[in-house]
């Protein structure tokens, strides 16, 4: 039903036609064709997302259940330990104890038994909440199923049951995994999380997990709310939010003509990663646009086709302000109206009506009220009010009153709660705090009366997007071995150490590969995003040289002196360096070959500046490792070449990342490739060149660039790579650790691969 304030009655005495249009705000804002995220069967929901313990307090769930007003909003239930609790409180403990988001509870108590909405469920609805214990052929009746029976017990048990999932998913061989093939309802799914393998373990169907998906997206997903105007930091595109997708304004014009600049949020480039990209706004809002013969009045985003040439030069407008455009320029819009010699206020007008002082947004011969002015100067700032008789505009009907635009910012003068406009309803703005967080301004918040704010419906409340707790790393130390000492091993993939499959640790996404042991690590932060058996000590290889020419950088090595080869000094045991006795090369160019070559005699030479004897550095090398904490980091060589040089993926993350901090270091790990002359040539090969043992550096990639990268290879080792790899969109940096890659002849297959997912996941 539309609300008529009683000023409005007279018109309807005076015999004006009632009848409901389209909402006015559908007028006043940008309309594209809607573009919904598309569901994908194989990454329904992440594993952080599933996990986020703290992404609701109790404070949090209680709201949330006032908000859909639902049964449960007031519901007070036994626990499981026999007192009297709110089901929040129910659903807060539940989420703590196992460790699972109460996001996921909440969609699972809706999904199952529509327990958040409902507003007076049949029992048998409550005793059965989350569905758990009851297959598709299962009997609620079943004695064996009673233990199961209980809110508080189908709530505890949903959160329990995914714990022990993370705990033995790789003990059953049962249990649905990540990065395994998978037929479901006859479809091929290949789950990108455990989470989502975790959801087809127990309803093996995709209908059931695109219902959970749906409610997931609706409730939780998107952060910022139809009508909000984004910018990245440090960039001048902005974008409309429309539908969950990001329109960039190509130009200024297209941006004023149709908003104010002190409206757009400033947010980080991660945060509009998250929203797909819509097509561009381009054009100026109620621009004449002519594309052949037809002209048309781009009239908030809806094409409004004029009848003739006639027409649009009757309404004045000026001929040498047409803009040109093709088929392709005007597809996007929505087709609307057409505009005659008889249509009145196309570009709308706000009337002052003199009959009951009333105002209207009149378009179309249409008026639609308009209860508050703060309304109109939100929506309609470029229209001056003014007056008119209701007689002088001729026939016109009423149409439904004007609702705040979405994005708007308004609070209730006798209330503290600030509210954002979405789709004609209200939404709370959960907190202060989440209010700054969004990068909202208070000057821009509309101030009204109660009445004003009671035309419009609540919504769902608007939380700030929380980042998910660190991970919590697994610190028990695992050696990697032989695991089959009996045999005799021929292949690389045979001599390599490998971690005891019983061993094997996770920490975040698991990532579907034979290499033993990966590190992802946010570079800025330091949180480890996802890992595999991150403790497990393996040898480094060339991983060492890192260590040995920042610790001779800071012994004060000087790069711009030559070193003279000395083979009975210098050769190495992996001696592959093309230099013959007697010869000088530069120090900085030994650094090269050390580094980006990964050679490993110019270590030796390198020493020689610093040590009488180059293994002397030794002690140096394992002093740095202990003054950075790390216990499980032994250094017996300085090249790598002893398979007791050993370390962890972790651990070596922080000498990778604690190495790059030096200039000279970091310059050299990111080379794709070198040139020299030796300052000295006794066999007249004096000219040197190779390329970075990192392919990767050397691409041009689409998405990613590689900013630092080391290789390392023993036969006991498996290939290992270092790389901080920096995703192209948003600048963010991740440091990429792999140790006991199997496969050498395609070991930066499987790196480049997790890169994929690192760049589509974090």
Known sequence: ?????????????????????????????????????????????????????????????????????????????????????????????????????????????????????????????????????????????????????????????AAAIIRWYYDNMHKKAWIKKAGKTYTIDNTTVIPATNATAFLYTYTPHIQGNKNFWKLWNKWFDQVYPNGSLLRAENDGTIYLIKDTVKHPFENTTAFTTRFDKKDIISVPKTELSIYETGSSISLPNYAILQQGAAFYLLDNDILRPFANRETVRLFGFNPLEFIQVTKEDI??????????????????????????????????????????????????????EKPASLSSLGEVVIGTQVLFKDGVLVKDKRDHKVYVIEHGKKRHIASEKDFTTLGYDWENIVIVESFTLMQHQTGQPLYARKAPAPQQVNKQTVVA????????????????????????????????????????????????????????????????????????????????????????????????????????????????????????????????????????????????????????????????????????????????????????????????????????DLDRKPNHYDYNTNPLVNKNHPNFTVSASKTGFLYESGSNLAMVVTRKSDGKEFVIITMGNPDYPNRFVEPKRLIGYVLSHF
């Not at 598309?38 to 769930?61: E, L, V």
């Not at 179309?364 to 508050?372: G, K, Q, S």
């Open 331 to 384: 597809a996007p819009y929505a087709l609307g109206k057409k505009i005659t010699t008889a249509t009145k206020h196309i570009s709308g007008e706000l009337i002052r009506l003199t009959d009951d002082n009333g105002l209207y947004y009149s378009k179309d011969a249409t008026l639609y009220p308009i209860i508050d002015s703060a309304i109109a100067t939100a929506n309609f700032p470029k229209h001056n």
């Open 481 to 680: 071995k032989l695991l089959d000492t009996k045999k005799e091993h021929t292949t690389l993939a045979e001599k390599m150490y490998r971690t005891p499959k019983e061993n094997t640790q996770y920490i975040g996404d698991v990532f579907d590969t034979e290499v033993d042991a990966y590190l992802v690590q946010d570079k800025k932060t330091g949180d480890i995003l996802m890992g595999k058996n991150i403790n497990t000590v393996r040898p480094m290889a060339s991983f060492a040289k890192v260590t040995t020419a920042h610790t001779l950088l800071k012994k004060g090595l000087n790069l711009t002196k030559p070193s003279v080869f000395d083979p009975k000094k210098h050769t190495a045991l992996y001696h592959k360096f093309r230099i013959a006795a007697g010869e000088k090369v530069f120090n900085k160019d030994l650094l090269d070959a050390l580094l980006v070559s990964s050679l490993n005699t110019p270590a030796y030479m390198l020493a020689q500046n610093v040590s009488q004897i180059p293994t002397d550095i030794i002690p140096s090398l394992n002093t740095e490792a202990k003054k950075l904490g790390l216990t499980n980091t032994q250094f017996t060589s300085i090249t790598g070449e002893e398979v007791d040089t050993v370390s962890t993926a972790k651990e070596y993350a922080t000498l990778f990342t604690t190495a790059i901090k030096n200039k000279t270091i970091k310059a050299v790990l990111q080379k794709k490739g070198y040139t020299y002359t030796e300052f000295t």
């Open 1 to 157: 039903m539309i609300y008529l304030p009683i000023h409005y009655l007279p018109l309807m005495k005076n015999s004006i036609v009632f009848f409901c249009v389209i909402l006015c705000f559908f007028l006043t804002q940008p309309v594209f064709g809607r573009q919904a995220i598309p569901f994908t069967p194989n990454n329904i929901i992440s594993d952080k997302s599933i996990q986020d313990a703290n992404s609701m307090n109790r404070a949090d769930i209680r709201g949330f259940l006032r908000q859909h007003n639902g049964f449960l909003s007031s519901f007070i239930a036994t626990d499981k330990d026999g007192k009297r609790r709110h089901i929040a409180d129910i659903i807060y403990n539940a989420s703590k104890k196992h460790q699972i988001n109460p996001k996921y509870l909440l969609v699972k108590l809706e999904k199952e038994q529509s327990l958040i909405t409902m507003k007076n469920p049949e029992q048998k609805r409550l005793d059965w909440a989350t569905g758990y214990g009851i297959c598709d052929a299962c009997s609620k009746s079943d004695p064996a199923l009673q233990k199961h029976k209980g809110i508080a017990t189908q709530i505890d048990s």
